[in-house]
């Protein structure tokens, strides 16, 4: 009786051990309060080492052509993973066409650049190593080569992967930054704290008038979503706001059918888009060839937005103040205007509390670049 007790016991406890090993990191995280839970490919679990990995790739400027421009050169960890410029650059200076959006809680879009272009984190990472504008490289043998090199690199995929170093690949390149990428998440706000964490003291007075603003006369959650236990303040969709449309218009049909017959060529659509001002602002069209996406850009998040800025896709405004200007007066006219985008008729008081309530979206890991940000 003992014995099978004590077999029993065993096997139990072996059952139990395997479910957890069998859980992956991003499952034993703990996610902040105001998200949902992170969504993990089945092909790439994330795991302690995978997130060590990719956070050392991630840093790493020996993957550009001239040695100076690693994913943080755009993504610092220390500006929010932005790099507080109107538009990002790259290799010796060379400017792009578009902002550099942040990482944080990139992990619930459902699809990656302000085109919408790459339809995981996986697939996004290889575009810039290979861009003229970004890291400059023609292929990734020289990352290849010098991780191979690279004792550290070597034990660590070694660790992640189980692979020897003929084995690794830009697929497991990008894998592990991608694991890295899913482990930066971030709520906690006063706005989380106010909304899910039952605290009527976490926001200011301006802060719930500005929410209540957010939610009704401005028509802000139409795409920037709050859900009834989480917020990701998207809606993974793409907008037509205006922005930058007047640089296309006078020519807009040429450049729309030089765009479809480049893309029957095989046009490099990573590369074109940072070194044609004119095909950028095209936005998801240049992706899908559907006329309704002209000028279309994706939905960005709203969380520590007031850290993140310049904002929109080519960083052209500069303040809080300026972005709640725009949609209150109905976006920049232009024939392709997405029809919800219509003045708002806000006071002086309401675009003051809507400033304030975005700035309760603040992180506490982030709030220190408030003054910075100013």
Not at 45 to 51: H, N, R, W
Not at 68 to 75: D, E, G, K, M
């Amino acid at each position: 009786m003992k014995k099978k007790f004590l077999n029993g016991l065993f096997l139990g406890l072996v059952f139990t051990l395997g479910l957890f090993v069998g859980r992956s990191y991003a499952d034993a995280q703990k996610v902040p309060l105001g998200l949902p839970e992170v969504t993990v490919p089945s092909d790439n679990p994330v795991t302690p080492l995978k997130v060590k990995l990719g956070k050392r790739l991630f840093l790493d400027k020996r993957f550009s052509l001239d040695g100076t421009v690693s994913c943080a050169t755009c993504h610092d960890p220390q500006r929010a993973f932005t790099d507080g410029l109107p538009i990002a650059k790259g290799i010796k200076g060379k400017k792009g066409t578009r902002n550099s959006p942040t990482v944080v809680n990139a992990v619930y879009y459902t699809s990656q650049f302000w085109d919408g272009r790459a339809s995981s984190l996986e697939e996004q990472a290889k575009g810039p190593f290979v861009n003229p504008v970004e890291h400059g490289l023609k292929d990734y043998t020289p990352i290849l080569d010098i991780i191979r090199k690279d004792k550290e690199y070597v034990d660590l995929f070694k660790k992640a992967f189980g692979i020897e170093p003929s084995k690794i690949d830009i697929d497991y390149v990008v894998k592990a930054i991608a694991s890295f990428e899913r482990t930066v998440i971030s709520g906690d706000s006063p706005f989380d704290r106010y909304m899910y964490g039952g605290d009527k003291n976490a926001m200011t007075k301006a802060q719930i008038r500005g929410l209540e603003v957010f939610r009704t006369k401005g028509r802000c959650q139409d795409c920037h979503r709050i859900e009834q236990t989480s917020a990701i303040f998207t809606d993974n969709k793409f907008h037509n706001l205006g922005v930058g449309f007047s640089k296309i218009e006078p020519r807009l049909m040429e450049i729309v059918q030089e765009v479809q017959k480049a893309k029957e060529k095989g046009l490099k659509l990573d590369e074109s888009i940072l070194s044609n001002s004119e095909l950028s602002e095209l936005g998801r069209f240049a992706v899908t060839l559907n006329f309704e996406d002209i000028g279309r850009f994706k939905t960005p998040t709203l969380r520590n937005v007031a850290v993140t800025g310049p904002y929109m896709h080519d960083g052209s405004l500069e303040t809080l103040e300026e972005v709640i200007e725009l949609y209150n007066q109905g976006g920049e006219d232009n024939p392709m205007l997405d029809s919800g985008i219509r003045p708002l008729n806000l006071t002086d008081q309401e675009k003051k509390d809507l400033v304030e309530f975005l700035k309760a979206l603040t992180s506490p890991q982030f709030k220190n670049l408030e003054n910075s940000s100013k």
